[in-house]
């Protein structure tokens, strides 16, 4: 349901953006966001925006990330700028969805994208 895309590697101090696409039979997309898990760490929140566009960053990514959504095509992008190497982790999406003919909300994520920022 979920599709994510635009991880890779990049040096210190650059940039990536990536991208989530929903896809299928959804009624409704509620909160859109973005979580990432480092190597023996938890999986944390880095940003999240409700459909009418309200955002909650992580304090670790505030004014360097920035989420932003297309309620038309489903999508939710990151942008993230002055990378880490602090940032390296598996980015993963999450939609809180409802689908057609159904009348609860649930959690869809991503596969996940890698993120490496070299030093």
């Known amino acids: 349901q979920l599709q994510a895309s635009g991880g890779g590697l990049v040096q210190a101090g650059g940039s990536l953006r990536l991208s989530c696409v929903a896809s299928?039979?959804?009624?409704?997309?509620?909160?859109m966001g973005w979580y990432r898990q480092a190597p023996g760490n938890e999986r944390e929140l880095v940003a999240s925006?409700?459909?009418?566009?309200?955002?909650i960053y992580g304090d670790s990514v505030k004014g360097r990330f920035t989420i932003s959504r297309n309620n038309g095509k489903n999508t939710v992008h990151l942008q993230m700028n002055g990378l880490k190497p602090e940032d390296t982790a598996v980015y993963y999406c999450?939609?809180?969805?409802?689908?057609?003919?159904?009348?609860?909300?649930?959690?869809?994520w991503g596969q996940g994208t890698l993120v490496t920022v070299s030093s």
């Open positions: 299928g039979i959804i009624h409704e997309i509620n909160d």
């Open positions: 925006i409700t459909s009418g566009g309200s955002t």
């Open positions: 999450k939609a809180v969805l409802r689908l057609v003919g159904k009348w609860v909300w649930n959690d869809y």
